[in-house]
């Protein structure tokens, strides 16, 4: 759902798209600002928009212009906009894309610009995914854990065990039961699997993976540790020996498992919590649904995420004005708002604590009960990792879980290639 491709004509529209539209500031001395948003959700994209038309009803002097962009493609059409100085002043992005970024000078560093409301409301966690070096050049204010969306009545008719986050299955339990919804047809689980790799990285810290070690010289090298196996070794095993796991979404995006998951055809999908909207939109009448949580390992829930941040251009030239903004959208209120538009969850503390937000309905109190387990994830600060992932891992974990080559095949590939990938940009 959120991937980037590599469309340079995608990457060239956005940039004609973000340097529309009068961004220069007025001979009346107001200054417009360019906020480059990437809501794409109808819920989402419309509280966003009524938040800025408040801050530019409340702050005549300082216009936010709203500017469409896509998570298609973004890293590429940052990367033109920067090259080519027409960044957007205010760029909505994620974490893990920030890395490069920061350290190409690209993005300002916000430390000593975020009031202290901020700062404070946001937890340490949070803070550490924005943060490269000695500078924050993001505010993160979304976050979604991976969870399990089953089918409530295949569920209760097998009489498994049902999961809650203070009783979740473990690893071995969650293959165990996927067996046992197996049969006539049947899928235990869909894992739509398209791009592996965040997947499998951000749920392996539950099981105690890490992959990625940081030396005392700060360079980072790929080891493939035991608590790593724990997760692809079950995926790998739910398909080619249980025939617990459907082979053919493997290569699918999460949207792609729903037509078969109404259909009774996969008991259960691995999904982003913000995946329950199109469920909610999509599934037929009478489609009984739940939210559990992922399977816990040696390290309980725990599971990484790369929040969707905020972050400043280094060239804007109203580095204070914009931050202002950021304060204003970021307000307790105004995160739950933006956080009920696009199904997700809020970092803040006290938007966090909104009654709305700890609801049964449509599993809103199960996703809010992980966000304490929820840590930066494990490629967060990584310089290479966009190649690595692209180049090594993506394939390789590909092959693996389709059965084309074993588990020694798959460490060599991510811990030799990739650490020759990773040597490149840690000379």
């Not at 489609?287 to 280094?314: H, K, N, R, Y």
Request: proline share 6%.
């Amino acid at each position: 759902m959120r991937t980037r491709t590599t469309t340079l004509l995608l990457a060239l529209v956005l940039l004609l798209a973000g340097c529309a539209g009068g961004a220069d500031d007025g001979a009346d001395g107001r200054i417009t600002l360019r906020f480059q948003s990437l809501a794409w959700q109808d819920e989402s994209v419309r509280a966003t928009k009524e938040l800025v038309r408040e801050w530019n009803a409340a702050h005549p002097d300082v216009r936010v212009e709203y500017v469409q962009g896509s998570w298609d493609g973004v890293h590429d059409q940052l990367l033109t906009s920067f090259e080519g100085g027409e960044a957007p002043d205010i760029i909505h992005d994620a974490s893990d894309d920030l890395a490069d970024f920061a350290h190409g000078g690209r993005l300002a560093d916000l430390t000593g610009l975020l009031p202290a409301r901020l700062t404070s409301d946001i937890p340490r966690q949070s803070w550490e995914t924005v943060t490269f070096g000695d500078g924050v050049y993001g505010v993160p204010f979304l976050q979604e854990p991976r969870v399990l969306i089953a089918n409530a009545t295949l569920l209760k008719e097998s009489g498994v065990r049902i999961p809650t986050p203070a009783d979740p299955w473990t690893w071995a339990e969650f293959r165990q039961v996927t067996k046992e919804l197996s049969g006539d047809g049947r899928y235990g689980v869909a894992w739509p699997l398209k791009e592996p790799v965040s997947a499998t990285l951000n749920l392996s810290l539950s099981t105690g993976g890490r992959l990625f070690h940081r030396g005392p010289d700060g360079r980072v090298t790929v080891r493939f540790e035991a608590g790593d196996q724990v997760v692809p070794r079950t995926v790998h095993d739910q398909v080619e020996t249980d025939r617990s796991a459907s082979p053919t979404t493997l290569g699918s995006g999460g949207s792609d498992t729903l037509p078969g998951f109404f259909a009774g055809t996969y008991a259960m999908v691995p999904l982003g919590f913000s995946y329950r909207q199109q469920i909610e939109q999509q599934a037929p009448e009478g489609f009984d649904w739940q939210v559990l949580p992922a399977p816990a390992g040696a390290d309980g829930l725990t599971q990484g995420v790369s929040p969707q941040t905020l972050s400043v251009a280094e060239d804007s030239p109203h580095k204070k004005e914009a931050v202002a903004f950021l304060d204003f959208l970021l307000r307790p209120d105004h995160m739950v708002r933006l956080a009920l538009g696009d199904w997700m969850l809020p970092t803040g503390r006290q938007a966090l604590a909104d009654p709305a937000l700890h609801t049964a309905e449509r599993g809103w109190a199960t996703g809010t009960a992980l966000a304490a387990h929820l840590r930066p994830a494990p490629a967060q600060s990584v310089r290479g990792y966009a190649e690595w992932k692209d180049k090594v891992a993506t394939p390789a974990l590909q092959e693996y879980y389709s059965g084309a080559i074993g588990m020694d095949d798959l460490r060599r590939r991510l811990e030799e290639d990739g650490n020759l990938v990773l040597a490149r940009y840690q000379r």
